[in-house]
């Protein structure tokens, strides 16, 4: 009896441990949090470890058309004070100067509510995108996106009051970091950056985010060859690159990327292979991080599911 009671106050113990790793990885709702990267700078400091960024090197970028419940909201997604950054609106009517063409209408809408805040960081730091109540873009879409627009080293949140689609976010971002920098990024990269979220977020539907933003990097990547190359040629290197993730495209699909090809070549290649490169190297950072947390949520649940087990043959036993 003495060693069946030294067995489950064991058991015991491991439930009171397993439930409570669990919920590291939860937020309010009883979803799981998105997973983030969290990058050392050159000196080896990590975000938490260094100052707080001096208010030139930090935006909040707000929905024109949000209330004030709403702002207080979305400062609450950002960790933040209203007061702390400076603090810029966007319209709708400018979200829809990018949008046009590239998104359904129903995902662009008629009011301005995605908002984001942006903060600056060293050289070399790369890029950390975090999500709030957004449904249709995410971090990995963003910052696939943003380095085509020529932004890098930057941590970026994107939040609403409520689920929204996302797309507008990157016009709040773009105005962000000019306003920051005092340089104006090129139009057509911020086209294209618009143009990339869009078709990366349409194949992400059918088969992921992350293996839909590693196709169009891989495209990206191979820019200085696709434009020596005919629709048909590009055609084949769509196919041959999805193959490798495992993933068969339907024409419309392949077409869009083809499109999507066409448009970056007006891009400088060099410049754009550099930061695609950089980008590709946080990506693969954050698929690792993400295998890492599902695969000790798969092996919590398995010992909580044999823990049960385990007490259904004692209650047989004892017959309770």
């Known amino acids: 009896m003495k060693k ?3 067995v489950m ?8 441990a397993a439930p409570a790793a669990f ?12 997973v983030t990267v969290d990058l050392a700078d050159e000196s080896g400091q990590t975000a938490d470890e260094t100052a707080v960024p001096a208010a030139q090197q930090r935006r909040a970028v707000l929905g024109a058309d949000l209330t004030e419940d709403q702002i207080a909201m979305v400062y609450r997604a950002f960790g933040l004070t209203r007061g702390m950054v400076p603090e810029l609106r966007v319209t709708n009517a400018e979200e829809r100067r990018y949008l ?3 998104v359904d209408e129903a995902l662009i809408g008629t009011r301005s509510i995605s908002s984001v805040y942006v903060e600056l960081l060293p050289a070399g730091s790369s890029m950390d995108v975090q999500t709030s109540n957004i449904t249709w873009c995410t971090p990995e879409m963003y910052l696939s996106a943003l380095a085509t627009a020529g932004i890098t080293d930057a941590r970026i949140i994107v ?8 797309t507008a976010a990157l016009t709040g971002v773009y105005k962000a970091y000019e306003d920051m920098t005092g340089r104006t990024l090129d139009d057509l990269a911020k086209a294209v950056s618009t143009q990339e979220l869009t078709v990366t977020g349409d194949l992400a539907q059918e088969i992921g985010s992350m293996d839909s933003t590693s196709i169009v990097n891989d495209l990206k990547l191979m820019l200085d060859e696709t434009e020596k190359m005919s629709d048909e040629e590009i055609r084949q290197e769509i196919v041959a690159i999805a193959a490798q993730y ?5 024409d419309k699909q392949i077409q869009q990327l083809i ?19 950089e980008a590709q190297d946080t990506l693969n950072k954050v698929s690792e991080a993400k295998t890492q947390v599902v695969g000790f949520v798969q092996t919590v649940s398995k010992v909580v599911s044999s823990v049960r087990e385990f007490f ?9």
Do not use: H, M, W
């Open 9 to 16: 106050l064991a058991v015991l113990l491991l439930l009171g």
């Open 246 to 250: 495992n993933v068969k495209l339907t």
């Open 312 to 320: 259904e043959r004692i209650k047989d036993i004892l017959g309770l």
């Open 100 to 102: 046009e063409g590239y």
């Open 259 to 277: 499109s999507l090809c066409r448009s970056l070549e007006g891009l400088d290649p060099d410049s754009l292979k550099q930061r695609v490169e």
């Open 159 to 166: 939040a609403s009051p409520f689920a929204v689609s996302g």
């Open 23 to 34: 919920a590291e990885n939860e937020i309010a709702g009883g979803e799981v949090a998105e």
């Open 4 to 6: 069946l009671l030294s």
